[in-house]
């Protein structure tokens, strides 16, 4: 791997994008400047585009040379600057291509299609010389037994590859993997959540403020001997800024370790710097990788063993309100220090010094500092160097702001203090990074010193407009805004306005009902059974009064009405000596019949002085005992009474 | 002796309880503090400083028309300084239409956010862009034609004459006042339905949208799939007045006119509601 390093580095061509409004950026990488004859070396494409992805990569080499690939991952990455949202999709394409023929060549372009046009890279040269005329490298580092160079002479045999000359048998390279001493913790695993092959993602930490880094690892672990990273796409980040740490696994050490008693090969995929970019619950989403190689059966042609890792969930706040400094940006997360320099320290009126503002730390390290302002000086817009870069995964570095000043006024001018106000998670506080700029002595010179002003930013206006208006600020604050209580807010108010015209008829209806019931009523309390009832408790009341003949008057009419009410048999028309008949007749029993007569009888003797009160208790009870034993006859239903 | 270093005892002890040995300078209310400094800050020129104290107060959840007034007399300020930034106008136009959201009846901040959106057409045009701007759809404008509380009061009258009317039809005898009774029931009854729902609509729109600035020179809407909308109204000029119906991550799907799509939040200021 280390030794790798020198050699990969060796032809970078960064191509300016063939048109310009198509807003792509294509970068063509080489893994060597020379390799040897039969030797593999990788040829990488990096294609972004602020639109469309870029598609169909195509590597142009010259006749004689064998080429394998491409395999294509696919990236985004979402950025905001100055309140621009920058949103570019973009693909990795490698090939690994090998040279038969001693010679200089021109390796490229290579070109893709976006947005239905086609765009190239740039090329690069590469020198094939006579096998054995590059020195054998060093024994390779036994913790990096996939430490291969050049390129394809350890490279595993890919499946349909088995033969070719140069092209090692993966087999015989898993012969020579080295027995690791000592597994990096990070690289353990306790048991193999699938068969074969799996892919590991792990995010930490998991709860952290926006801007603070998440570290996202991908591992691959492999359990059918080697294998070789195909067909890979990227976890989806939108939510973070990105930062690549490992962006794939050919220059990773791969290592032997034992899973549930088997033997599995592991290598680190990518290592990914993420910077939330607000607060939620944010996704990483799963990573696909194909595992090809002699052990792995393919999902589909030249695709490998594919697999994914699981979907990570990191929940982002922001950090507290609470002690938040003035001119606290969102993001600004980390540990930071500043330090300053200011040329020449004595200068003339209009005149400039250049002040340059290093800021240092850990973190995304922010894209502005705090400048001071003051009357009488102009900063004009920094230059800004950046060198950040990774320390054992974590984000950091420095970045340089020149600034140009402009001094009008004469005197000493003490320049103030640049600041950054930032929050530090780990001591999970405010702090703010300052630097002292110093005095600078300004000599009255090229241009008149301009009249003392209240706002020199103002006085500095470049615009001349309707905004020249626009008043003073507002010194007190006037009388709170008063939150508005809507009608509609109220509970219940679109149900009580519909509830006003529905009320009004479900009262009408009641109205009716009521009236409908009432007039039931009236026709109930005329009916013969109601008639009967009154008659009965009239005699009840007339015997207890000892009013003979009311009761007599008071039975008879009860009974009457009982008749007619079972019956249907108007007995007051009868004649007496007919009655027992009409009684049988209308389907009476003959005893019953005779009581009813005799009772009628009893009745005639009662009104005329006949009997006593016992009598008339006695005609009471009979008549309710009569009335009990009447069989109710079917007939017509009485008519209901005319309103 | 004694009396004397027991009444010089009461009274050391009488004044230490005393509020007057601890009466300490009240602590000034923070967010007022800060209104203060910035608009010291201002009056010194250093409206960076005035800003960043205006946007803090604003992330402490305080909102004051005023304040947001003195917000874009800050952002205008740089706007016209040689500081100025990209957005400051828009920022500005934000900022008076917050104080407008908070203080409907300002005059002084309606005069000044049609200054502030007249100046952005203004560097618009000299830019040579071409200014789209879209109108509300009918249903929205229909909807906006009055406020909330106006379409809730029609809706009111509306139930009342309606309900009068069905009981005079229910109640009279007389041919004449049933008549009356109905047709004052039918129209009632149909105003009670057209602004009660406009009544609906406009809590509907209080309550799922916020008002919200775009803060940049240009917006470009997004369609669901993260693909660029174009056409006529597609590009959001700066200062323009959306609303926002949903926010995901850091993207907010906006209303603009009669077009919807989704822009950076990073693009939006969106405005306090009182």
């Given at each position: 791997?280390k030794?790798?390093?020198?050699l990969s580095?060796?032809?970078v061509?960064v191509?300016a994008?063939?048109?310009a409004?198509?807003?792509?950026?294509l970068?063509?990488?080489v893994?060597a400047?020379q390799?040897?004859?039969?030797?593999?070396?990788r040829v990488e494409?990096?294609a972004m585009?602020?639109?469309?992805e870029?598609?169909?990569?195509r590597?142009?080499?010259?006749p004689?040379?064998?080429v394998?690939?491409?395999?294509?991952?696919?990236?985004?990455s979402?950025?905001?600057?100055?309140?621009?949202?920058?949103h570019q999709?973009g693909?990795?394409?490698?090939?690994?291509v090998?040279?038969?023929?001693?010679?200089r060549?021109?390796?490229?372009?290579a070109?893709?299609q976006?947005?239905?046009k086609t765009?190239?890279?740039?090329?690069?040269?590469?020198?094939?010389?006579?096998?054995?005329t590059?020195?054998?490298r060093?024994?390779?580092n036994?913790?990096d037994?996939?430490?291969?160079?050049?390129?394809f002479?350890q490279m595993p045999?890919?499946p349909?590859l088995?033969g070719?000359?140069?092209?090692?048998?993966?087999?015989?390279l898993?012969?020579?993997?080295?027995?690791?001493?000592?597994l990096?913790?990070?690289?353990a695993?306790?048991?193999a959540?699938?068969q074969?092959?799996?892919?590991r993602?792990?995010?930490?930490p998991?709860?952290?403020?926006v801007?603070?880094?998440?570290?996202l690892?991908?591992y691959?672990?492999?359990?059918n001997?080697?294998?070789?990273?195909?067909?890979a796409a990227e976890?989806?980040?939108?939510d973070?800024l990105s930062q690549?740490?490992?962006?794939?696994s050919y220059?990773q050490?791969?290592y032997l370790?034992?899973?549930d008693?088997a033997?599995?090969?592991a290598?680190?995929?990518?290592e990914?710097?993420l910077?939330?970019?607000?607060?939620?619950?944010?996704?990483?989403?799963?990573m696909?990788?194909g595992f090809r190689g002699p052990g792995?059966?393919?999902n589909?042609?030249m695709q490998?063993?594919?697999r994914?890792?699981?979907?990570?969930?990191i929940?982002v706040?922001?950090p507290p309100?609470?002690?938040?400094p003035?001119?606290?940006?969102?993001?600004?997360v980390g540990?930071?220090?500043?330090s300053?320099?200011?040329e020449?320290r004595s200068v003339?009126?209009g005149?400039?010094v250049?002040v340059?503002?290093?800021l240092?730390?850990?973190?995304?390290?922010p894209?502005?500092?705090?400048?001071?302002?003051q009357?009488g000086v102009?900063w004009?817009d920094p230059?800004?160097?950046?060198?950040v870069?990774d320390?054992?995964?974590v984000?950091?570095?420095?970045r340089?702001?020149r600034?140009v000043v402009r001094?009008?006024?004469?005197?000493?001018?003490?320049l103030?203090?640049?600041?950054l106000?930032?929050y530090d998670?780990?001591a999970k506080k405010?702090e703010?990074?300052?630097?002292q700029?110093g005095s600078v002595d300004?000599?009255?010179?090229k241009?008149?010193?301009?009249?003392?002003?209240a706002?020199p930013?103002a006085?500095?206006?470049?615009?001349d407009g309707p905004?020249?208006d626009?008043?003073?600020p507002?010194r007190?604050l006037g009388?709170?805004?008063?939150?508005p209580?809507?009608?509609?807010d109220?509970?219940?108010?679109?149900?009580l306005?519909?509830g006003?015209?529905?009320?009004?008829?479900?009262?009408?209806?009641?109205?009716?009902?009521?009236?409908r019931l009432?007039?039931r009523?009236?026709?109930r309390?005329r009916s013969?059974?109601?008639?009967?009832?009154r008659?009965?408790?009239?005699?009840?009341?007339?015997?207890?009064?000892?009013d003979?003949s009311a009761?007599a008057g008071a039975v008879?009419?009860a009974?009457?009405s009982?008749?007619?009410?079972?019956?249907?048999?108007k007995?007051?028309?009868?004649?007496?000596?007919?009655l027992?008949r009409k009684?049988?007749?209308a389907g009476t029993?003959p005893a019953?019949?005779?009581?009813i007569v005799?009772?009628?009888?009893?009745?005639?003797?009662?009104r005329f002085?006949s009997?006593d009160?016992a009598?008339?208790?006695r005609a009471v009870?009979?008549?309710a005992?009569?009335a009990?034993?009447?069989p109710r006859?079917?007939?017509p239903a009485?008519?209901?009474?005319a309103? | 002796?004694?009396?004397?270093s027991?009444?010089?005892?009461i009274?050391?002890?009488a004044l230490a309880l005393?509020?007057?040995v601890?009466?300490?300078?009240a602590p000034?209310?923070?967010?007022l503090q800060l209104f203060?400094?910035?608009?010291?800050a201002l009056?010194?020129g250093?409206?960076?400083d005035a800003?960043d104290?205006?946007?803090?107060?604003?992330d402490?959840?305080f909102s004051h028309?005023?304040a947001?007034y003195?917000l874009?007399v800050?952002?205008?300020?740089?706007?016209?300084?040689?500081?100025?930034?990209?957005g400051?106008l828009?920022r500005?136009?934000?900022?008076?239409?917050?104080?407008?959201?908070?203080?409907p009846d300002d005059?002084?901040?309606?005069?000044?956010?049609g200054?502030?959106r007249?100046?952005?057409a203004?560097?618009?045009?000299?830019?040579?862009?071409?200014e789209v701007?879209?109108k509300?759809s009918?249903g929205?404008a229909?909807v906006?034609?009055?406020?909330e509380?106006t379409?809730?009061?029609l809706a009111m009258?509306g139930?009342?004459?309606?309900?009068?009317?069905?009981?005079a039809?229910?109640?009279?005898?007389?041919?004449?006042v049933?008549?009356?009774?109905?047709i004052?029931?039918?129209?009632g009854a149909?105003?009670?339905?057209?602004?009660g729902?406009?009544a609906a609509?406009?809590?509907y729109e209080r309550?799922?949208y916020?008002p919200?600035?775009?803060?940049?020179?240009?917006?470009r809407l997004?369609?669901d799939?993260g693909?660029?909308?174009?056409g006529p109204g597609?590009?959001?000029?700066?200062?323009?007045s959306?609303?926002v119906?949903d926010?995901?991550?850091?993207?907010?799907h906006?209303?603009?006119?009669?077009?919807d799509g989704w822009l950076?939040l990073?693009?939006?200021?969106?405005?306090?509601?009182p």
């Amino acid at each position: 791997m280390k030794a790798f390093l020198p050699l990969s580095v060796a032809a970078v061509v960064v191509v300016a994008p063939s048109f310009a409004h198509a807003a792509a950026s294509l970068r063509l990488t080489v893994s060597a400047e020379q390799v040897q004859i039969g030797e593999g070396i990788r040829v990488e494409l990096s294609a972004m585009s602020d639109g469309d992805e870029p598609s169909t990569p195509r590597l142009r080499t010259p006749p004689g040379f064998n080429v394998q690939g491409p395999s294509v991952g696919s990236s985004q990455s979402f950025s905001l600057s100055n309140g621009h949202f920058q949103h570019q999709r973009g693909i990795t394409a490698s090939w690994i291509v090998m040279g038969t023929h001693i010679g200089r060549y021109v390796i490229g372009p290579a070109v893709v299609q976006v947005g239905g046009k086609t765009q190239q890279s740039d090329t690069a040269t590469i020198e094939v010389v006579a096998a054995g005329t590059i020195p054998r490298r060093p024994r390779r580092n036994p913790v990096d037994p996939f430490d291969m160079d050049p390129f394809f002479n350890q490279m595993p045999r890919l499946p349909g590859l088995r033969g070719i000359p140069g092209m090692p048998n993966l087999d015989d390279l898993e012969n020579e993997l080295p027995v690791l001493p000592e597994l990096p913790p990070e690289y353990a695993v306790e048991h193999a959540p699938e068969q074969m092959a799996f892919l590991r993602a792990t995010a930490s930490p998991k709860d952290v403020v926006v801007g603070e880094q998440v570290t996202l690892r991908v591992y691959a672990y492999g359990g059918n001997g080697p294998y070789d990273e195909v067909g890979a796409a990227e976890p989806s980040r939108a939510d973070f800024l990105s930062q690549i740490i490992v962006d794939s696994s050919y220059r990773q050490p791969r290592y032997l370790m034992e899973i549930d008693g088997a033997r599995w090969t592991a290598v680190k995929l990518r290592e990914i710097a993420l910077f939330p970019l607000h607060a939620g619950e944010l996704v990483i989403g799963p990573m696909t990788m194909g595992f090809r190689g002699p052990g792995y059966p393919e999902n589909s042609a030249m695709q490998g063993l594919i697999r994914s890792s699981k979907e990570l969930r990191i929940t982002v706040r922001e950090p507290p309100i609470a002690g938040r400094p003035p001119g606290y940006e969102l993001g600004d997360v980390g540990a930071y220090s500043l330090s300053s320099e200011v040329e020449p320290r004595s200068v003339t009126a209009g005149d400039a010094v250049a002040v340059t503002v290093r800021l240092e730390g850990t973190g995304n390290v922010p894209h502005g500092v705090k400048i001071p302002e003051q009357k009488g000086v102009d900063w004009l817009d920094p230059t800004i160097n950046d060198a950040v870069t990774d320390h054992s995964g974590v984000v950091g570095g420095a970045r340089t702001f020149r600034y140009v000043v402009r001094l009008d006024e004469p005197g000493s001018h003490d320049l103030g203090e640049v600041t950054l106000p930032y929050y530090d998670p780990r001591a999970k506080k405010y702090e703010i990074a300052r630097t002292q700029l110093g005095s600078v002595d300004v000599k009255p010179g090229k241009i008149a010193a301009p009249a003392p002003s209240a706002a020199p930013s103002a006085s500095s206006s470049t615009t001349d407009g309707p905004l020249e208006d626009i008043g003073a600020p507002r010194r007190a604050l006037g009388a709170p805004t008063v939150t508005p209580r809507h009608f509609t807010d109220s509970k219940g108010f679109f149900g009580l306005l519909a509830g006003g015209p529905l009320a009004v008829i479900a009262l009408g209806g009641l109205t009716e009902l009521a009236s409908r019931l009432r007039r039931r009523m009236t026709a109930r309390e005329r009916s013969l059974s109601a008639a009967y009832r009154r008659a009965l408790a009239d005699a009840r009341a007339a015997a207890t009064r000892g009013d003979r003949s009311a009761v007599a008057g008071a039975v008879e009419r009860a009974l009457y009405s009982a008749l007619e009410d079972r019956l249907g048999l108007k007995a007051r028309a009868v004649l007496r000596p007919d009655l027992s008949r009409k009684l049988e007749q209308a389907g009476t029993e003959p005893a019953l019949a005779a009581e009813i007569v005799a009772l009628l009888d009893d009745c005639d003797k009662l009104r005329f002085a006949s009997g006593d009160d016992a009598d008339a208790k006695r005609a009471v009870d009979r008549v309710a005992n009569v009335a009990a034993k009447l069989p109710r006859v079917s007939r017509p239903a009485d008519p209901e009474p005319a309103r | 002796m004694k009396a004397a270093s027991l009444a010089t005892l009461i009274a050391v002890f009488a004044l230490a309880l005393s509020p007057a040995v601890h009466a300490a300078p009240a602590p000034a209310d923070p967010d007022l503090q800060l209104f203060t400094d910035a608009i010291a800050a201002l009056d010194k020129g250093a409206t960076d400083d005035a800003i960043d104290r205006m946007e803090l107060l604003a992330d402490r959840g305080f909102s004051h028309p005023d304040a947001s007034y003195d917000l874009a007399v800050a952002y205008v300020r740089r706007a016209q300084s040689r500081g100025a930034k990209r957005g400051d106008l828009g920022r500005a136009a934000a900022a008076l239409a917050e104080s407008l959201e908070l203080r409907p009846d300002d005059a002084e901040a309606t005069a000044a956010l049609g200054r502030v959106r007249h100046e952005i057409a203004r560097k618009r045009a000299r830019a040579g862009a071409t200014e789209v701007d879209l109108k509300p759809s009918l249903g929205w404008a229909v909807v906006g034609l009055f406020e909330e509380d106006t379409w809730a009061l029609l809706a009111m009258i509306g139930s009342g004459v309606a309900s009068l009317g069905i009981a005079a039809r229910l109640a009279s005898k007389k041919d004449a006042v049933r008549l009356g009774g109905t047709i004052a029931a039918s129209l009632g009854a149909v105003t009670l339905l057209v602004t009660g729902a406009l009544a609906a609509f406009a809590r509907y729109e209080r309550i799922h949208y916020r008002p919200a600035v775009v803060v940049v020179e240009e917006a470009r809407l997004h369609d669901d799939n993260g693909a660029t909308i174009t056409g006529p109204g597609s590009v959001v000029p700066e200062g323009a007045s959306v609303r926002v119906s949903d926010q995901r991550g850091t993207l907010a799907h906006v209303e603009w006119g009669t077009l919807d799509g989704w822009l950076s939040l990073g693009q939006l200021r969106l405005l306090a509601r009182p």
